[in-house]
């Protein structure tokens, strides 16, 4: 069975002070590794999608990398509007269908 | 990115009543649609899969006939909360399937009294 983990479940940082996401996955046949961000009270926001190993993206103060066992989302000075639940996921297929499986999370806080 | 709306963002109802929630991919064509249940502090649960012009597929424990789905156009599914009891109470997201990549809908909030 797909399984994502994700750590930590909950990180504080000080504004500025640079960190990094870990999702570890173990899936038949990678089909693509999702990071989304997400608010309290709204929907996952899209950020990155990851296909094979050594595939790097970056979006602002975000930077998303792949191995073939794991995934890291790293943050470069960041700031309080930082803060947010990030979630990774990969693509499953189950009797013909596509379904997203989905890590815990890490809630990550930064304070000013 | 794509734009995923749901309707409404946050509903309160009678336990035993029930509530249609409403999901929509504005700016392209979904054939699939995936409904969600996130409690707090928990990760999205996938409840069911929405495909254009054919039944919902539900994840194993997922009542069929509590929680109704239909998907009648490429850009509109719905769910059906039915008899809904107050441990029915959570947030429900959708999301739309394009281009190998899904986008969310801001979710909704269900309170059942």
């Known amino acids: 069975e797909d399984q994502v983990t994700q750590s930590p479940e909950a990180l504080r940082l000080q504004e500025g002070e640079s960190s990094s996401l870990n999702c570890s996955y173990t899936?038949?046949?990678?089909?693509?590794l999702f990071w989304y961000r997400q608010d309290p009270g709204k929907g996952p926001e899209f950020l990155f999608t990851?296909?094979?190993a050594g595939e790097e993206k970056e979006k602002e103060r975000l930077k998303a990398t792949l191995t073939k066992k794991e995934s890291f989302l790293h943050i470069t000075a960041p700031k309080p509007e930082d803060s947010a639940t990030y979630l990774c996921?990969?693509?499953?297929?189950?009797?013909?269908?596509?379904?997203?499986?989905f890590g815990q999370g890490t809630r990550l806080t930064i304070n000013p | 990115g794509a734009v995923v709306s749901q309707h409404p963002s946050w509903v309160i109802c009678k336990s035993g009543t029930s509530v249609k929630i409403e999901c929509r991919s504005l700016?392209?064509?979904?054939?699939?649609m995936f409904w969600y249940r996130q409690f707090p502090k928990q990760s999205l649960m996938l409840m069911a899969t929405?495909?254009?012009?054919?039944?919902?597929?539900?994840e194993q424990g997922v009542e069929k006939d509590k929680f109704l789905i239909n998907h009648a156009s490429l850009t509109l599914s719905t769910l059906t909360v039915t008899s809904a009891h107050p441990e029915d109470s959570s947030f429900y997201i959708c999301?739309?399937?394009?281009?190998?990549?899904?986008?969310f809908g801001p979710g909704t909030r269900l309170t059942v009294l």
């Open positions: 999301s739309a399937s394009g281009n190998n990549e899904q986008f």
């Open positions: 899936v038949s046949g990678l089909r693509g």
């Open positions: 990851l296909y094979s």
């Open positions: 996921a990969t693509i499953s297929w189950v009797q013909g269908a596509q379904k997203l499986v």
């Open positions: 700016d392209f064509q979904a054939t699939t």
């Open positions: 929405s495909n254009e012009g054919s039944k919902a597929t539900y």
